[in-house]
């Protein structure tokens, strides 16, 4: 794996935790946290593949399929034995990354947060939706696709 891949995937589930299971719609239609491999594999019509990495036995991966019209270059899912779906992650090329932000500002609003980060001279923007049922985090790096993540919300906004 390059070193280019782990800061992406430690961005991913650096700052995303595990929680219960919830039985509310994922990002995509038909989807549920906490459904297992083969219901996920059923929903999306493929074959996931394991990640064979000795941290992270709990994903799997499907490369270049398309998700409502969209090219994805990988699809990666992080599906606990006993809490099922917990995690989706998109590699989208950069130049659908404008259409698909518009969608999610027309689907939730602006984002709760953006920022620009750069470490090692490679700027990063990162914007962040909470829907009330998912968190969402988009993540621009030139030197990586467009990332797209997926988890479930632990916070119920209408409890602040």
């Known amino acids: 794996m390059t070193k280019a891949s782990k800061y992406i995937l430690i961005i991913v589930f650096g700052f995303l935790i595990q929680v219960f299971s919830q039985p509310v719609d994922a990002c995509v239609e038909g989807l549920r946290w906490g459904m297992d491999l083969p219901k996920v594999e059923n929903r999306l019509g493929v074959?996931?593949?394991?990640?064979?990495?000795?941290?992270?036995?709990?994903?799997?991966e499907v490369k270049d399929i398309q998700i409502s019209g969209l090219p994805v270059q990988?699809?990666?899912?992080?599906?606990?034995?006993?809490d099922g779906l917990r995690q989706l992650a998109y590699e989208i090329d950069n130049e659908?990354?404008?259409e698909?932000?518009?969608g999610l500002r027309y689907r939730f609003g602006p984002p709760v947060g953006t920022n620009?980060?750069?470490?090692?001279?490679?700027?990063?923007q990162q914007w962040i939706w909470h829907t009330g049922e998912d968190v969402i985090v988009?993540?621009?790096s030139n030197q990586r696709p467009f990332l797209l993540s997926?988890?479930?919300?632990?916070?119920?906004?209408?409890?602040?």
């Open 74 to 82: 990988a699809l990666r899912v992080r599906i606990e034995k006993e």
């Open 47 to 60: 074959s996931l593949i394991p990640i064979k990495e000795k941290t992270n036995q709990n994903l799997f």
């Open 138 to 140: 988009a993540v621009k």
């Open 100 to 102: 698909v932000l518009a």
């Open 150 to 160: 997926y988890r479930p919300s632990l916070l119920d906004p209408s409890s602040l």
């Open 116 to 124: 620009v980060d750069v470490e090692d001279g490679a700027p990063q």
């Open 96 to 98: 659908n990354m404008i």
